[in-house]
């Protein structure tokens, strides 16, 4: 057959020949039914437009709209999966703005944490200890932790890597521990507890009890925390100790363009190792790539503009509104209820991994990335007497979002379960950080002084911008034009927290 030969042929006579080809009887053709479900239409209607082909082949117009809204879902979903990265390297920036950059300047919440600083739902009854490492520049690096701390070990894509603490393996006594490089190469000195990374950059979250008072926390942390690379152990540096109590610095990602911006500038930085093949390929689709220049053109640049809108409003939804199927249930404290109050791990799986335990469960990692730090699997155990467990409400009775200028009421049942003590915190919409207020430490509990009972031993909590008369030890501010939401924590939970035979009630819109 010539080339002058060839003819448009219709999808009938392309059966047609398909059968005669395949030797098939003429009774097997292929039906009209299946032939449109395999075929595309000259028109079809979607949400992005009309998209048009001719006998199947999309025109020029089409290709260029299919591909804005391709490049416009990778961004999101770039946005989405490299949240984590984002965030631990928007912790360790925060670290620097104080000044801790070496290993061995760490920074301590040594009058706690206020609502001073922007950082992801921190609490202001433990006291924080933050040291981070590059292993890039220190090679093998050393963290002797003191005894009595409780913390972990993260990568630079907020995985779990090891516990500090009675979860850990110095069982809360103390101990040295020798974090390894990627690509490191020896011999492994002895009388350590090995942690071996994935990646450079490591943060190490550790929190340490003030039973017996501030002073004596921190002193215990600045008498035996020692950091330093392993090629220093002979002559380690000395230890600088950076106060971030009542100081303003920044710990969380952006939520604009530049949230691509600071994700390659964390990709150039890191091991190529730190993510897998497929997420390495999404981001390169979007031209985000190791060893490359980030330079999108104009177009590319408002497509990410937008796509970042779109993923942000995503995670928010996400956090506050999280679906009620079988993939999110599990956030609920009481699923089988209408209530509002979450956890912060669907189903209590720090690594988002399903029920099954192999299969991703991407709204999870959203639903606990976007508004809180420090993965372990010590935080999602929850045993009677020890440790801490907490509720997070992000809505009222109605499922609405909480309005600064309106007046709400919590009511707790009498003898709240916690045997250290109980606490509500207070965080701000948009930062997810402690709502800056007239109270220093938005946070009213059991240890505020003058709390007021209930004649049956319970107690009702008010959030309003002026305190209800006779309730101000019961109150904690809030800001017209401002949102918020409220972490309920429960220090050493006892069993009716554990067994959910004591609840807190609903927060409710007082008329």
Not at 223 to 237: A, M, V
């Amino acid at each position: 057959m010539k080339k002058s030969d060839f003819r448009i042929i219709s999808s009938t006579a392309l059966v047609s020949l398909f059968t005669l080809f395949a030797g098939l009887p003429a009774a097997a053709q292929v039906s009209k039914e299946v032939l449109d479900s395999i075929s595309t239409p000259d028109q079809v209607e979607t949400s992005i437009g009309t998209l048009k082909f001719l006998d199947g082949a999309p025109s020029p117009e089409t290709a260029e709209m299919v591909y804005d809204y391709l490049d416009t879902m990778r961004g999101v979903d770039a946005f989405l999966k490299g949240m984590p990265g984002a965030s631990l390297q928007a912790l360790i920036h925060g670290n620097h703005e104080v000044g801790a950059l070496e290993c061995h300047q760490v920074m301590i919440m040594d009058k706690l944490m206020d609502s001073t600083s922007l950082f992801l739902t921190g609490n202001t009854s433990t006291m924080y200890v933050i040291p981070t490492l590059n292993l890039k520049r220190d090679g093998a690096t050393v963290v002797e932790a003191p005894p009595g701390m409780l913390g972990a070990f993260n990568d630079a894509w907020f995985r779990y890597m090891q516990d500090i603490g009675p979860a850990g393996p110095d069982k809360g006594k103390g101990g040295k521990y020798l974090v390894l490089p990627p690509d490191f190469k020896g011999e492994i000195a002895e009388g350590y507890f090995v942690v071996q990374a994935k990646t450079y950059n490591v943060w190490v979250f550790m929190r340490a009890s003030i039973a017996k008072g501030l002073e004596a926390a921190a002193k215990n942390v600045k008498e035996s925390l020692r950091i330093y690379p392993l090629s220093k152990k002979d002559n380690p540096p000395i230890m600088e100790f950076i106060s971030g109590s009542f100081v303003s610095f920044n710990t969380i990602h952006a939520n604009n363009y530049l949230f691509y911006e600071h994700l390659n500038e964390w990709i150039q930085e890191e091991h190529l190792d730190m993510l897998d093949p497929e997420t390495r390929g999404l981001f390169a689709s979007i031209g985000i790539e190791k060893g490359k220049p980030f330079s999108p053109d104009e177009r590319m640049k408002n497509i990410l503009t937008d796509a970042v809108k779109i993923a942000n409003a995503t995670a928010r939804s996400i956090v506050w509104h999280p679906r009620t199927d079988e993939t999110m249930k599990g956030v609920r404290i009481y699923p089988d209820t209408d209530s509002a109050w979450l956890m912060g791990w669907v189903d209590k799986n720090v690594f988002f991994n399903g029920k099954d335990g192999q299969t991703m469960n991407s709204d999870a990692r959203v639903m606990f990335h976007y508004p809180y730090t420090a993965v372990t699997p010590a935080m999602a155990v929850s045993k009677a007497g020890v440790g801490s467990d907490y509720g997070i409400a992000y809505v009222d009775s109605n499922k609405r979002p909480f309005d600064g200028s309106q007046v709400y009421k919590l009511h707790l049942p009498a003898n709240p379960p916690a045997k250290a003590f109980w606490a509500l915190t207070m965080y701000d919409n948009q930062t997810r950080s402690q709502l800056q207020t007239s109270q220093k430490f938005p946070t009213v509990g059991s240890q505020t002084e003058g709390l007021k009972k209930n004649a049956d031993g319970s107690y009702d909590i008010y959030f309003s911008p002026e305190p209800p008369k006779g309730f101000e030890n019961n109150w904690l501010a809030t800001v017209p034009g401002k949102g918020w939401f409220v972490a309920l924590r429960m220090y050493a939970p006892l069993e009716p927290w554990i067994e959910k035979t004591w609840r807190p009630g609903e927060i409710e819109l007082v008329k």
